[in-house]
Nanobody, 121 residues
Framework: QVQLVESGGGLVQPGESLRLSCAASGISISIYAMGWYRQAPGNQREFVASITSSGSTNYADSVEGRFTISRDNAKNTVYLQMNSLKPEDTAVYYC???????????????WGQGTQVTVSS
């Protein structure tokens, strides 16, 4: 059974930092693109950052320069370092793993359950 378990969320003040972790089991993330998404109350889930299996990264404009995604394939874990947090970063953050499978001719996607990040003074 595949599980993605996020951790590291919490309540912080504006300008502070948090590091989220996403520990995977049941898959080897080394062959997956990994990503972080977030969903604020009343909003749709939105893309935050991604990292390919080869290490290429991509960020939403709203977090570029403040957030850093990284992966440790040996620990089967992906991270999101969030600096200079703003109140508008408040959301539930979800981890995503995805890859295209030629065997089943479709993209395979897994999601974690999410971790709450609240930025407030």
């Amino acid at each position: 059974q595949v599980q993605l378990v996020e951790s590291g969320g919490g309540l912080v003040q504006p300008g502070e930092s948090l590091r989220l972790s996403c520990a995977a089991s049941g898959i080897s993330i080394s062959i997956y693109a990994m990503g972080w998404y977030r969903q604020a109350p009343g909003n749709q889930r939105e893309f935050v950052a991604s990292i390919t299996s080869s290490g290429s990264t991509n960020y939403a404009d709203s977090v570029e320069g403040r957030f850093t995604i990284s992966r440790d394939n040996a620990k089967n874990t992906v991270y999101l370092q969030m600096n200079s947090l703003k109140p508008e970063d408040t959301a539930v953050y979800y981890c995503n793993a995805n890859r295209y499978s030629a065997v089943v001719a479709r993209r395979i996607v897994y999601w974690g359950q999410g971790t709450q990040v609240t930025v407030s003074s």
